[in-house]
C-alpha cells in the first residue's frame, strides 16, 4: 500500500481537484483506493457522489486510532443522476473508490489532537493506515489536507509515504511554496531523533496558462533544491488550467471522463511520474488502453 498526501500551505491552488482525480484514475486502472477527507472543510467529501455514506469519518479514525468499516463511505461512479451524453465511460468496473469523510467543522478534533502529545499526534493517521487489514485492503491511499499549518497536516504528512504539493504558477505563491515547505522541513526535522522521517515532495504545477512563464517557477523552486535539503522535486507534467476540471467537480466524477484526450493525458502523465509503479497503466476508456490485469500488489 502506498500513502499520499497532497499538502500545501495555501489554499486554492488545486488539492482537492487533484486528489480526487488522482483517486478517480488510479481506481479506474484497477485499484483499491482510500480517500481521506482530513480538510475541515469537506470539499472532497462532497466531491463524488456516495452510495454508502458511513455513520462517521475523521474525528473516530483519529481518535480510535482504528479505520473500522463504520468510518468508511463508498463513492458511486458513475453517480445515479450522472449524464454520460457525449461522455466515455470506462469499459471496466475499475478497483474501489472508499472514503473517510470529514466532520470536523466545528474544530473538536483538532482540539482534541492539541491536548495529546506530540509524537501521540503525529500518529494519528499513520497508524490506524499500518494496521495489516488496511494495507491488505487498500492499494494507494490519498490524504487531502487544509491549506493551513496544523495538527492535521501534521499527522497527514507523518502517514505519508510521498507527498504532492500544488503549486500555482506565479512568483507569489511560488515564494511562499518555499518558504512553508522550508518552514514544514524544519518542523518535522525536529522529530527525526525519534525516527519519524519527511517524506519525499513532489511539487506540481497547476492552473497553468500559456501565457505564465511555467519555466521561471520551476527553475525557481529547482535552484533551491539544496536549501529544502534535497526533499523536494519538481514534476514534469503540469496541470493546466481547464474547464474541464469544474466541469467533473459539478459531474461528480473524474477529469478523465470529461476530457478523454487532453485532461486524461495529462493526469496519466502526472500518474505515472508521480507513481512509477503504476507507469504504462491505463484507464479503460483511455484511447490507448493497455490491460496489464493489473495486480494489486507492491503498488
Ligand atoms: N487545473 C484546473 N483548471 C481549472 N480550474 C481548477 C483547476 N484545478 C482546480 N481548479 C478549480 O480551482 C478551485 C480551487 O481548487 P481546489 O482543488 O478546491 O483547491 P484547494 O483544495 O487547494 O483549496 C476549484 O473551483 C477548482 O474547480
Ligand atoms: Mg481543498
Known amino acids: 500500500m502506498f500513502t499520499i498526501s497532497v499538502v500545501s500551505t495555501k489554499g486554492g491552488v488545486g488539492k482537492t481537484t487533484l486528489a480526487a482525480n488522482m483517486g478517480g484514475l488510479l481506481r479506474d486502472i484497477g485499484l483499491r483506493v482510500l480517500l481521506i477527507d482530513a480538510d475541515i472543510q469537506p470539499s472532497l467529501t462532497r466531491y463524488f457522489h456516495l452510495e454508502h455514506e458511513a455513520e462517521h469519518g475523521l474525528t473516530q479514525l483519529i481518535r480510535s486510532g482504528v479505520l473500522s468499516p463504520d468510518c468508511i463511505s463508498h463513492c458511486q461512479l458513475p453517480p445515479v443522476a450522472f449524464e454520460a451524453k457525449g461522455v466515455k465511460l470506462p469499459q471496466s468496473p475499475g478497483g474501489l473508490l472508499h472514503l473517510v469523510k470529514s466532520d470536523t467543522r466545528d474544530g473538536k478534533l483538532q482540539d482534541w489532537m492539541s491536548g495529546r502529545m506530540g509524537l501521540d499526534m503525529l500518529m494519528r493517521l499513520n497508524m490506524p493506515l499500518k494496521h495489516p487489514s488496511v ?8 490524504i487531502d489536507t487544509q491549506g493551513a499549518i496544523g495538527h492535521l497536516q501534521d499527522a497527514a504528512v507523518n502517514a505519508a509515504d510521498q507527498l504532492l504539493v500544488p503549486v500555482s504558477p506565479d512568483i507569489v505563491s511560488a515564494r511562499e511554496f518555499l518558504d512553508g515547505t522550508i518552514s514544514l522541513l524544519d518542523r518535522h526535522e525536529c ?44 514534476l514534469e507534467t503540469m496541470v493546466p488550467a481547464a474547464v474541464a476540471y469544474r466541469k ?5 466524477v473524474p477529469v478523465h471522463w470529461i476530457d478523454p484526450l487532453k485532461q486524461s493525458d495529462v493526469m496519466h502523465k502526472l500518474m505515472w511520474e508521480f507513481i512509477p509503479s ?13 490491460d496489464l490485469n493489473a495486480p494489486h500488489d507492491n503498488v
Open 191 to 234: 522529530a527525526a531523533h525519534v525516527g519519524l522521517k519527511m517524506p519525499p515532495m513532489k511539487a506540481v504545477l497547476t492552473r497553468t496558462e500559456k501565457t505564465v512563464d511555467c519555466k521561471l517557477i520551476s527553475e525557481l523552486i529547482r535552484e533551491h533544491f539544496i536549501e529544502m535539503r534535497g526533499r523536494v522535486s519538481m
Open 248 to 252: 467533473a467537480a459539478t459531474a461528480q
Open 135 to 142: 494495507t491488505s485492503a487498500y492499494d494507494v491511499v490519498l
Open 278 to 290: 503504476v507507469d504504462g497503466m491505463c484507464a479503460s476508456n483511455h484511447p490507448e488502453f493497455i
